[in-house]
């Protein structure tokens, strides 16, 4: 069993940035990789970016490459969300999650966590 608490949203103008962090709870966290999704009003949830259970291969949509930077510290049980050059359309409720093996189908994943949400201002 893995509970998991997203922090770090808020209000940000269009080219700022925000760390989201997404705390882990339960002795396993370490086998699990990890994601971040995301959903914007009168929208699907959607893949935002994905880790390994030991960092080692990250995966992104490619709305978000090369701006946002997933990253996670076993040693913490944290799992990091850092999103640069922030633009509107990144607007949404944003959810990280546990999965056995890394990927990009919401299906894959067992745990969510309640989610933060991000505003971005034009």
């Known amino acids: 069993q893995v509970q998991l608490v997203e922090s770090g949203g808020g209000l940000v103008q269009a080219g700022g940035s925000l760390r989201l962090s997404c705390a882990a709870s339960g002795r396993t966290f370490s086998s699990y990789a990890m994601g971040w999704f995301r959903q914007a009003p009168g929208k699907e949830r959607e893949f935002v970016a994905a880790?390994?259970?030991?960092?080692?291969?990250?995966y992104y949509a490619d709305s978000v490459k090369g701006r946002f930077t997933i990253s996670r510290d076993n040693a913490k049980n944290m799992v990091y969300l850092q999103m640069n050059s922030l633009k509107p359309e990144d607007t949404a409720a944003y959810y990280c999650?546990?999965?056995?093996?890394?990927?990009?189908?919401?299906?894959?994943?067992?745990?969510w966590g309640q989610g933060t949400q991000v505003t971005v201002s034009s």
């Open positions: 999650a546990a999965s056995r093996v890394a990927g990009t189908p919401q299906r894959l994943y067992d745990y």
């Open positions: 880790i390994t259970w030991n960092g080692g291969s990250t």
